[in-house]
């Protein structure tokens, strides 16, 4: 199976001993917007952080002045590039979003206003290589390639899709395949989307698991029905 040039096979990882705190940081591509990953990051960090983990998402890109969705106060949220034409450090204007990214280069495979480009290979890996994180969780493809390329000796790698295998187009997915080496799990949203991955990638290191998104508690338990 093809490599993402730059990302080695990473050898196993010692087995933890014993439950302990984490640092723990979630990679997402916007967190200031609505749809279902940005959820499923606000309900997994709020739970993680609920067990007692130092919990901070990372949104790549920062285009207004607050989340549209509420994220627990525990959770540090942060920003890489700010998107917001009225900043001062506005990050649309910098010379090398003129040029493409290193990771997934492809026409077609990214594209829009918040598209990838060589200012977020800088960014992404200034932040992934000097993270103290314990464990880096991205949810994109493009950024599963850049969390499988950076990062320093020890870091916990984990790549979240929240897609079918098949919703990618054909590019997109030869794409994420090359870089499943250089994770140490990749996660899918239901079992039937680990086994089709794990049919596809009979070969790769990472290990493919199904871990369904986060979904807190209701807020009070539904009433008794009347005994008959």
Same mark, same amino acid.
């Given at each position: 199976?093809?490599?993402?040039? @730059?990302? /080695?096979?990473? #050898?196993?990882?010692?087995?933890?001993? *014993?439950?302990?705190?984490?640092?723990? +940081?979630?990679?997402?591509?916007?967190? !200031? *917007?609505? @749809? =279902?990953?940005?959820? /499923?990051? +606000?309900?997994?960090?709020?739970?993680?952080?609920?067990?007692?983990?130092?919990?901070?998402?990372?949104?790549?890109?920062? &285009?207004?002045?607050?989340?549209?969705? *509420?994220?627990?106060?525990?959770?540090?949220?942060?920003?890489?590039?700010?998107?917001?034409?009225?900043?001062?450090?506005?990050?649309?204007?910098? #010379?090398? %979003?003129?040029?493409?990214?290193?990771?997934?280069?492809?026409? =077609?495979?990214?594209? =829009?206003?918040?598209? !990838?480009? +060589?200012?977020?290979? /800088?960014?992404? /890996? $200034?932040?992934?290589?000097?993270?103290?994180?314990?464990?880096?969780?991205? $949810?994109?493809?493009?950024?599963?390639? !850049?969390?499988?390329?950076?990062?320093?000796?020890?870091?916990?790698?984990?790549?979240?899709?929240?897609?079918?295998?098949?919703?990618?187009?054909?590019?997109?997915?030869?794409?994420?395949? +090359? %870089?499943?080496?250089?994770?140490?799990?990749?996660?899918?949203?239901?079992?039937?989307?680990?086994?089709? !991955?794990?049919?596809?990638? #009979?070969?790769?290191?990472?290990?493919?698991?199904?871990? &369904?998104?986060?979904?807190?508690?209701? &807020?009070?338990?539904?009433?008794?029905? &009347?005994?008959?």
């Amino acid at each position: 199976m093809p490599r993402l040039p @730059g990302v /080695a096979p990473r #050898p196993p990882r010692p087995q933890a001993q *014993g439950p302990s705190a984490m640092k723990i +940081a979630l990679l997402i591509h916007n967190a !200031y *917007g609505i @749809g =279902g990953t940005v959820r /499923a990051v +606000a309900n997994l960090s709020a739970a993680l952080a609920g067990r007692g983990h130092s919990v901070e998402v990372v949104s790549v890109h920062r &285009p207004s002045d607050r989340p549209d969705l *509420g994220f627990d106060p525990r959770v540090r949220l942060r920003a890489l590039l700010d998107m917001r034409e009225e900043a001062r450090g506005y990050a649309g204007e910098d #010379p090398l %979003t003129q040029r493409p990214n290193t990771v997934f280069p492809d026409s =077609g495979v990214d594209f =829009g206003r918040l598209r !990838y480009t +060589a200012l977020h290979d /800088a960014r992404l /890996a $200034t932040w992934l290589d000097g993270t103290d994180a314990d464990a880096v969780i991205a $949810t994109r493809p493009i950024l599963n390639g !850049y969390l499988a390329r950076h990062g320093r000796p020890g870091l916990v790698r984990v790549g979240q899709e929240h897609l079918a295998m098949d919703a990618h187009s054909e590019q997109l997915r030869t794409d994420q395949n +090359a %870089t499943l080496d250089g994770l140490d799990a990749f996660v899918t949203v239901s079992e039937a989307d680990a086994a089709q !991955y794990r049919a596809a990638l #009979p070969g790769v290191r990472a290990e493919i698991l199904c871990v &369904p998104n986060a979904v807190p508690p209701p &807020p009070s338990r539904p009433p008794r029905s &009347p005994r008959p």
